[in-house]
């Protein structure tokens, strides 16, 4: 049997992220334009055939993930939620301006901590803490599907999706920062018996606007 197909989604526009602030576990839904471009995002997909899907407990997963699956005929296969999946805690830095914390940190420290692999922000999570939760389930959890020849759709967010494409590209510690996962954007990966990449493909909606970083 075929291994199935691993379809990443990081959900689009929320109204934190409009608003330049860090989101991190706080639950904020969509923007209109978010909304508007999660449907065109289920465009990107259309020639997949999805049989199940994920998304973290946090809303603007679920409403980035529900329109794609309406834009492609497909609402109502299954889908699973889990808190392993959710974004980042950023603790203290939660609903800060991300302009006035580069101001505030300046850019060297605002950096390791908005990128680098085991960077500590006080009261919240490391990217490799994100790592911690996140890899156990997509291996327990998500890989048996795959293995069961099943395509997955998964809708999550920026930062649990850099930790599982460490483990799905198998890229060491101090390469994560170089990691990135746009609004707008959406992975189709092969993968092997251990939930690792054997083939990546890049879809990405046409619109600059929706390019923005985390």
């Not at 980042?88 to 830095?93: I, V």
């Not at 580069?102 to 919240?124: F, M, S, T």
């Not at 099943?150 to 460490?166: C, D, T, Y």
């Not at 690792?196 to 600059?208: D, I």
Request: glycine share 8%; with cysteine.
């Amino acid at each position: 049997m075929d291994i199935g197909k691993l379809i990443i989604a990081r959900h689009h526009e929320s109204k934190w992220n409009k608003l330049g602030v860090w989101t991190g576990s706080r639950d904020i839904g969509l923007t209109q334009h978010g909304k508007e471009m999660s449907i065109k995002m289920g465009a990107l997909i259309k020639d997949t055939r999805v049989d199940c899907a994920f998304a973290s407990q946090q809303v603007r997963s679920l409403e980035t993930l529900t329109m794609m699956l309406e834009a492609i005929g497909r609402p109502n296969i299954p889908i699973e939620r889990s808190q392993a999946l959710d974004e980042r805690d950023y603790g203290d830095y939660t609903g800060k301006n991300k302009l006035e914390m580069k101001q505030l940190l300046g850019k060297e420290a605002y950096d390791r901590v908005h990128r680098e692999w085991d960077c500590p922000i006080p009261n919240g999570e490391t990217i490799k803490m994100v790592y911690e939760r996140a890899v156990p389930y997509y291996k327990n959890v998500i890989l048996p599907v795959l293995l069961a020849g099943k395509n997955v759709l998964m809708v999550s967010h920026g930062n649990a999706i850099r930790a599982l494409m460490k483990y799905i590209e198998n890229i060491p510690d101090k390469e994560v920062r170089n990691l990135e996962m746009l609004f707008g954007s959406v992975i189709v990966y092969g993968v092997d018996q251990i939930g690792q990449m054997t083939s990546k493909e890049t879809r990405e909606l046409k619109s600059r606007e929706s390019h923005m970083h985390a």
